[in-house]
């Protein structure tokens, strides 16, 4: 056993071999927003491309390699990363846990969602990026030429590894280490959302894994999976894709929810109205996800029974969905609404989200769909709800728990520029590419002819882009400009769940004593009817600590450098990759570390320095 | 540009999803005006006012507000869902047109046409004219068009928006629709499912003309002027000659020639090249050199001046420009 | 303060109560193995014997497919015990979205229309 | 600190696999892995039904398979589970000899059932049966290479825990791990069940 004289060693040692949630979240904070500003970046090349009819600004090949680097980017580094750092940072705290379950893999997961975003993102470098859109479709993806597709592959499954670790991370965090009093039915619905997440992670990224594995073999190793010509099939990857797919998309969008639920309630001074019904839906929703994968597929011929029987299962998903709009309306009814930034974001959420949604359901109709398919109008549906849905989610988190995770307040007024010129920007953007769609622009074109009567509407999609990425610009201003604002952090919105209950910036070991919850918001309830502080469920004791290891960093490595093997179809190189990864794993599984006790005597002396 | 968008239906399938899509949207508005009045009525009347600091009453919630929002939307869902079901079952049916809605057809009256997608041109295939054609799909007015679906290398859909919404060309899988187009006319089509650099331009056209043209086209397809097919004229006839020696094991003429490319019978009707520019000499001019420029990946070869030379490509053009069938 | 040591061996004998249970856990591990051993040379014989219609045969074997891998979970893995709810929670979630996966790779890949 | 080592060992709880919350933190985990192991394998599966017909000419199921090694190959994981339940009551008896011979046996049991599955292999690549001739191939070593590496894995690390605590005894650390250990073996069994079933008995009865 180690001991708990923390020498103190370098900074950024520190931050190589943590395992503490909530310095893992802040690093899944920081990597996804910059792989946020690179697929941003790569949406900006496409609305220029497209401004104008048949410009050549890009090669039509560079075109679709932007295009499916954009689509993987956003998805899979960007927004799951970026609920991934407010889940690290926030469900331990909100349910009066000192830690997650798996510190060591939880730190692990965070390495292979870094590294594979890496490796995808080293293609550019590396004679181009794949080429087949985001869901890869075989054959395409498998007789396209060069290596990019073999970087999607590997790439996304490193980085799907590390995600399902953390899904069974969060799963068992919430089953087994919740605070006394804190039952399944009083968890903050942040937390709520976060277990469902975790369980649509845990059965749909399989289904990816073993995807990509069929790509890899017949990329790779000269399988016949989908070679038409040796009997294969493509038509299952496009399962196995969706079976993974739609749940993602609800990967992508139930955690905004939880974080929408917060925050109105928070801004609204509000117990979240209908709570146990918020919770029925979040299911439902989570369950329905993994119904109705197909109806990504109507036009690939299944048959009328099958797109039938797809087409109202999907409506049906507009059921929950419509529960949790009026209950958030129904929320605000009666309450004192603040417009902070972080409201802001959630109240512009419900219309941008109800017009996505409501798309949604026409897109379900089969019949209709014919005519949607693949056209603008779907690109147009999926940015409403992945914008309006999950980044403004992710924007008014931001803003609200900022203060927890920095220790200062982002500018109001700055945010409220950010917030107005992005909202405007979007609905510019997308609102006209329903249209687009309806008169005739596939996705995914590379340009357009002139004289289709598109150009219009692509300018103006463009220009809102335009708007969208200097609105980033300020957030990105305001994370600097605003770290004076130090004062007002520990609670700073009047909050209600238990993360408020700790001192910012929040200790290591989070609670110095494990709370006692005796009330749904129970940080709120203590303000109203208690002292304002949380009463203890234990006596102040010695706490235990997980030491930090550079383990993690090691096993992802071993993995990278296998994957370049694979990638390059060279044994020695997959075999020295794998050596290093299964090397570490050893290591990790014989080297007994039981961590450290934090003594009573410094945690007394911390807490008087927090008073 | 005109016969390009699913909002101006021009056929019964195109005007039965447009039902569908106008059903749905005046659905959804509803729900939107609904949801909208009481998001703004919220905002307004219980915003914070200056020096309020009333606590609201912490309400855990209300059942019967949740079962009426639980069962309202199901209705609302039920009314698309209903009509979807049947559009979907009537758009699939490509066994024998059926009395009523318009179709009266007999049997015989179907036309049966292969579609087969290639990076990045569409071959139309009519079984039972022995025709084959490239780019665009002619059809009689007023008769019901039966298309199955092939694709010979990655996967394309076809869509032509204003006649019928979009069905895949699956490698390995046959896919099957239906259409018809009572007004003559071109209609665009366009593939929607990405297939390579050059996705964008792999356009194409149906184009529908009274029974009588479409007789004639069919019958000079199927067996074109051999006077045509050789070349009328000096010009054309030395035209012939370096198409033989150059592009006859891809393109045919008539029956004669390879089917990797396009068929040619018909190419002087053409009013475009590769599926795009504008028909003009020059244009067909650069495509020959150089097809990899305009259309990326495309699996035509170049013919720089060394293969053909720019008086033998004269005279190919004139000779291509020659091949007509319906007039 | 003194913290439970981890890598410390236990000591000692479980409780007579514990003693008693895991004597009739084996016993019942031991029937439930040979019951799958029989099950197993049952869908073996099924098989390779020929006499068993295939109509037959096909849901018979995957029955007792079936029967064995319920075995396995509850007897040898004890999905059962006490505290497990979440367990069978997610176990059976799995199997779901697996027959799901099944389900649809065998029907709906597009070769006959449905 | 010094006192830790003073405080001498501990008595055995009736469940030492889930004695501390690291333990039933591992247990928990570990069946919730299982859960989404399931989809893996039923993805597989899935593929393998949809080209199971898919033979193009190269040798297919009723062919190639040799029913009556399969049956010993099955007969052998089925042991091995057995094996690697005593090693669990052995665990919570606290008898860690027992426990360690017990494990010894399912690993030595693992690898028979791994080299037989070599053998397949080699067999049917000889008869024909490469990688890439045929989707029903692919889809085959696909499905079947996957569960052998899973014991594979599972062989490498029930060697590596029975070296590693070939002395230790039985402590709160390292009871979970053996029996994550036992979940992970009964699982493959599982898997193979339907392997068996799905794959053999059907590729020559069905």
Redesign the interface.
Known sequence: MSNSSTSKKSVLWDWLTTVDHKKIGIMYFFGGLFFFTIAGLEAMLMRIQLMFPEMSFLHEQTYNEVLTMHGTTMLFLAAMPLFFAFMNFVVPLQIGARDVAFPFINSLGFWLFLFGGLLLNLSWFTGGAPDAGWTAYAPLSTTSAGHGLDYYIMGLQVSGAGTLMSGINFLVTIVNMRAPGMSMMRMPLFTWTTFVTSMLILFAFPALTVGLLLLMMDRIFGGAFFDVAMGGNVVIYQHLFWIFGHPEVYILILPAFGIFSEVISTFAKKRLFGYSAMVFATMIIGFLGFMVWAHHMFTVGMGPIANAIFAVATMAIAVPTGIKIFNWLLTLWGGRIRFTVANLFALAFIPSFVMGGVTGVQLAMSAADYQFHDTYFVVAHFHYVIIGGSVFGIFSATFYWWPKMFGYRLSESLGRWFFWLFLIGFHLTFFVQHFLGLIGMPRRVASYLDGQGLNEMNFISSMGAFMMAFAFILLVINVFVSRKNTDDVQDPWDGRTLEWATTSPVQEYNFAQTPLVRELDAFWHEKQFGDGRMKAAEPLDDIHMPNGSILPIIITTGLTVASFGVIYSTWSIIILGLLINFGAMFVRSIKEDHGYHIPVSEIKREQGEGK | MENLSALDPRGPVAEMQFDLIMLSTYVMIFVMVVVFSIYIYVLLRFRERPGDTHIPEQVHGNRALEFIWTTIPILLLLILAIPNVMDTFTLADTSAPTEGEGVEEEEEDVLNVEVHAHQFWWEFIYPDHDINAGQEMYIPTDTRVNVELHASDVIHSFWVPALAGKMDNVPGIENEMWFEAPDEGVYFGKCTEICGASHWLMDFKVIAVDEGTFSVWAENMAEPDPEIVEGEGEVAAQGREVFEGNCINCHAVGDEGGAQGPNMTNYGEREVVAGFLDYTEENLYDWIRDPDALKPDNEMPGFDESAISDDEMDALIEYIGQQRVLD | ???????????????KA??RK?KN??RT??VS?VF??FI??T??L???S?VIP?HF??PF??M??GV??VM??YY??HMNAKG?G??NV??W??????????????V??????? | MADQHAAANQPLPANPEKATLEGRNKYLGFWFFLGGETVLFGSLFGAYLGLRGSTEGAPGPDELFHLDLVFIMTMILLTSSLTSVFAVINLKRGHFKKLLVWMWATVALGAAFLSFEIYEFYEYYHQGLGFTVSAFASSFYTLVGTHGAHVAFGVAWITTLLIRYRKSGITLSNAPKFYTAVLYWHFIDVVWVFIFTVVYLLGVGG
């Open positions: 303060m003194s913290h439970v040591d981890p890598s410390a061996p236990l000591e000692g004998k479980p409780s514990t003693e895991l856990e084996a591990q031991i193995f799958m051993i197993t040379s869908a073996f099924t098989v390779a020929d295939t045969a096909i074997i995957l007792l497919a064995q891998v396995q979970l040898f893995m497990n979440w367990i997610m176990l979630s799995g199997m779901f979205v697996a027959a799901l996966t099944v389900a649809a790779l065998t709906i890949i597009g070769e006959t229309k449905f």
